[in-house]
């Protein structure tokens, strides 16, 4: 397992962000590699404990987020897609943070195999560039509906760019998110 940091909007790099490139053993029958070892996942990382996996399928051009929970419930993610292909993006939130409303992308995809760990303090959401998209993600909080926040996706401050295809279908949360001047103004973490 080898990890990289994710770079932000601004050509920075978020220092929490870790892009995970497992080792892929392939040969004429397909492939094989450990997506998630607890005792290696847990040298590297210390202070990520799971508690639950969720799985979400979409269908093209499907954007979900962007979503986070706030303290105490607040939850570190940990993202793969093990069919078709998407943009994952992340916001930072952390007020203290000197990425502070800075937003980055990463494709993970069936092919590249890329993992992403996003931890509190960051919105996370994905749009569905393939036919279709499966993604298991970790969590270390359990789901708690009244600490769920939703940014509107083409918030205007955060300019995202999800390398849309065609207009996005969005779910009724998705579609009614608050614009991220309001979501600040909460304490959040």
């Not at 940990?78 to 992308?105: H, M, N």
Request: glycine share 4%; proline share 3%.
């Amino acid at each position: 397992m080898e990890s990289k940091k994710l770079k932000t909007n601004k050509n920075k790099f978020f220092d929490d962000i870790k892009i995970i490139y497992p080792q892929i053993f392939s040969d004429n029958r397909g492939y094989f590699y450990e997506s998630w070892n607890k005792k290696q996942f847990n040298s590297e990382f210390p202070n990520f404990n799971l508690c639950q996996e969720n799985h979400s399928f979409s269908k093209k051009n499907v954007l979900r987020g962007l979503h986070f929970q706030i303290s105490p419930h607040a939850q570190a993610k940990f993202v793969e897609c093990i069919s078709g292909k998407i943009i994952d993006v992340v916001v930072d939130l952390r007020k203290e943070s000197p990425t502070f409303l800075q937003w980055g992308a990463v494709e993970l995809s069936d092919q590249n195999h890329i993992q992403i760990l996003i931890p509190e303090g960051f919105a996370h959401g994905f749009y569905t560039l393939s036919d279709s998209a499966h993604l298991i993600y970790k969590v270390n909080n359990y789901w708690h509906k009244k600490s769920e926040r939703t940014i509107i996706w083409n918030d205007a401050y955060l300019s995202i760019d999800w390398k849309l295809e065609n207009k996005p279908i969005l779910s009724e949360k998705d579609s009614q998110g608050q614009i991220i001047d309001e979501v600040i103004s909460e304490d959040l973490f």
